[in-house]
């Protein structure tokens, strides 16, 4: 499976963006996403999560409320759409794929995990 991430941009706070991440190869359906961001001289974080199915999804207190997480599995694309961005959301913004067999379980959102595959990333910039 390979991932392309897009869609990101210079925003001025409060401002939104919608991230696409775009799989190709191996079986999307196959496959939980997750959305992180690497922020200048701090560790990558995770941003938000959605199962296979997109069913059920899972987002941190930073970005809940804002950030909005979902799947189309006919484009093979997983979509955050961004509101109300701030100055703290500048960085590169990537997507990872987790190959899961349990329709019914729920997506993974850990930096250190060992996922799949990974998109090369998008550069989000929050700047007035």
């Known amino acids: 499976l390979q991932l392309v991430d897009s869609g990101g941009g210079l925003v001025q706070p409060g401002g939104s963006l919608r991230l696409s991440c775009v799989a190709s190869g191996a079986s999307f359906d196959n496959y939980a996403i997750g959305w992180f961001r690497q922020a200048p001289g701090k560790e990558r974080e995770g941003l938000s999560c959605?199962?296979?199915?997109?069913?059920?999804?899972y987002s941190t207190d930073a970005v809940k409320g804002r950030f909005t997480i979902s799947r189309d599995n006919a484009k093979r694309t997983v979509y955050l759409q961004m509101n109300d961005l701030k100055p703290e959301g500048t960085g590169v913004y990537l997507c990872?794929?987790?190959?899961?067999?349990?329709?019914?379980?729920?997506?993974?959102?850990?930096?250190?995990?060992?996922?799949?595959?990974w998109g090369k990333g998008t550069q989000v910039t929050v700047d007035s």
């Open positions: 990872a794929a987790d190959s899961v067999t349990d329709v019914q379980s729920m997506c993974l959102l850990d930096p250190t995990y060992e996922y799949d595959a």
């Open positions: 959605i199962s296979l199915t997109g069913r059920k999804t």
